[in-house]
């Protein structure tokens, strides 16, 4: 299987998620199901049915961070020596040459993308447009509204 790119926080924040599933919610489940056993016959048990239901989406979620984290390749941009060139990991200051208007991107793995944080995915049009190249270049990037011309104004290892 593919190896997927992950921040270190990134990957501190599934691990984070794992132990809560199987330390706090996995034992709630059981007891909810439990209780509901208690209620008679289970056919027409709603508490059984939705704690079950529950019980699966939270083992289903184990799996998928069990299987994201053993397939992480961990990118700790912090220890790698910043040359200016856009990598996974990085911080990257844009100035839009049409607007003048400043923005800045943390390029991460899938799972870790929040627009509303300024973390892109390293898989979406502007980080795929911006890596591989360094500050003061300008660079066409395809969006949904069209091309937008940007300069790197900055690249960091934060």
């Known amino acids: 299987m593919n190896q997927i790119p992950m921040t270190a926080a990134g990957a501190e924040a599934l691990r984070e998620e794992l132990t809560h599933l199987k330390q706090v919610k996995r034992p709630e489940i059981i007891e909810a199901i439990a209780e509901a056993r208690e209620h008679g016959d289970l056919k027409e048990n709603a508490e059984y049915h939705a704690a079950r239901e529950q019980q699966g989406f939270c083992e ?3 799996q998928e961070i069990e ?16 040359t200016g060139k856009v990598i996974f990991g990085v911080t990257v200051g844009l100035l839009n040459i049409d607007t003048d208007e400043e923005v800045t991107y943390q390029i991460v793995g899938d799972d870790e993308a929040d627009i509303k944080n300024n973390r892109i995915s390293v898989n979406s049009p502007i980080a795929r447009g911006l890596i591989g190249k360094t500050v003061d270049s300008e660079v066409e990037i395809k969006t949904p509204a069209g091309l937008v011309e940007y300069e790197i104004i900055s690249v960091d290892h934060k």
């Open 60 to 62: 289903g979620r184990i």
């Open 67 to 82: 299987g994201k984290l053993g397939n992480a390749q961990i990118i700790d941009v912090t220890k790698i020596p910043n």
